[in-house]
């Protein structure tokens, strides 16, 4: 639930901003041209927090250890999974 609160959040920040920025476009001669590159900026990197946003989400690659660092993990660790019962 909470990420769909920040993708809710952040996309409703990035299309207040382009509206906004459209907007106070009208006040320069050039309008058409600054609106439109306002809006793209906005796209852009709305874009980019979202394909960074969703591939943290899901990752296809975790961290990778090697063998003894896994094992030193799994002794020393009470909550690893190798022991039934807590260390004393």
């Known amino acids: 639930m909470d990420k769909l609160i920040v993708l809710g959040v952040v996309s409703a920040i990035f299309l207040v901003i382009a509206i906004v920025g459209s907007m106070l476009a009208r006040l320069w001669q050039e309008s058409s041209v600054i609106r439109c590159c306002i809006i793209l900026t906005c796209v852009c990197c709305y874009m980019a927090w979202l394909v960074t946003f969703?591939?943290?989400?899901?990752?296809?690659?975790?961290?990778?250890?090697?063998r003894r660092t896994i094992f030193g993990i799994m002794a020393y660790w009470p909550n690893s999974g190798f022991h039934d019962k807590l260390d004393t």
Not at 54 to 66: A, H, K, S, T, V
């Open 54 to 66: 969703l591939m943290q989400m899901n990752p296809l690659i975790g961290p990778r250890g090697e």
